[in-house]
């Protein structure tokens, strides 16, 4: 490239960031971010980690809360602990397992204790890490059905209500989806064969959800949480191989009011992805492939950064491989030494 055509393209490129700036707010802007004021969101897993902290965050916001969760003492504990951060929310509570049937009748129940649901957060979900010749398959399934099918089920009870009321031609938000995937389920990462699976599955799902329901003005948003410092995230620490947590880690340790906040943050301004940290902003970028277009700053991201972002992907990766030899040969030398 001579010199000439460097400087037109570079004093071109404002240029070409205000036009798409225009054609994204023509074409695919969402619109204003709602509020939540008096309105009504339900979250699963909501009595624990990430799904205790959303909840708080939207009750934080004025909302009111249904918690949805199996445990029921759990959930009376979360109950309180979400009325002491706004006593004005009205907090309700229902014990259920998201893969059990009746998943109507408990989103029946919900609306009628607190009004139609304007947003659905679905946390409920788990990882068993494990090697791929040590997962039972019952293990496996376990961790499609909650991760996967518990996901689909409620959101599919949850759309078909907000479906049938949303108001056609309003340009107001009418209802708000969140689906909880993770970092594991962009990149498949030793010990998490099944649950890469199962989180991976929750991004096509979502995409497709997405082009599927804009015509009725309800946003999807995929929540793509690094390690997260819960009460789930400690349990699966203890069995982790040891491959599973220093890949993992790489990416750092988060609060779930950190993420939880980000999760409420971009839900609202109905942005696609929903993650944090530097290595979230990496991995959703790169991922982005044909999703939907939702937020400027993102779609900028991805036409701009793609190629970088690929390019510095191959240091991670070779942390990675090096990681899973170094451990590899210390199995093996341990072997040897029995
Ligand atoms: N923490 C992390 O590092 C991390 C990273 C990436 C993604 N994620 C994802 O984020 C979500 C929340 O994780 P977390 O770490 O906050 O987990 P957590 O502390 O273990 O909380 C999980 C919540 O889900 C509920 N739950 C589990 N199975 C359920 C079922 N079958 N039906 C209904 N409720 C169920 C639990 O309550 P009961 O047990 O009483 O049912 C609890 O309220 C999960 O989907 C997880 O995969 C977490
Ligand atoms: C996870 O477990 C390892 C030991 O296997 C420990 O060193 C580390 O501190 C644990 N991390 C958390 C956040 O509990």
Known sequence: MDCCCFWYVLSASPVLVFLSYLIFNKLFAPGQSPNLLGKHVMVTGGSSGIGLAVAQEVARLGAHVTLVARNQEKLVEAQQTVQATANKAKVLIRPFDVCSDGVEGMVADAETALGPIFMLVNCAGFSTPARFEDLSMQEVKRMM????????AVTQAVVRRMKQRSVSDSRERQGIVVLTSSQGGMLGIYGFTAYAAAKAALIK?????HMEVQTSGLSVTVSVPPDTDTPGFEKENVSKPTETRLVSETAGLFSAEVVAKSLVRDALAGRFYTTVGIEGFMLTTLCAGM???TYFWDFFAQVFLTGVFRFISSFFLLNFDHIVRKEYAKRMNDKKRE
Do not use: K, R, S
């Open 145 to 152: 059905d909650v991760n996967f099918f518990g996901t689909f």
């Open 205 to 209: 799902f979502a995409e497709a959800l």
């Open 291 to 293: 999703g939907p277009i």
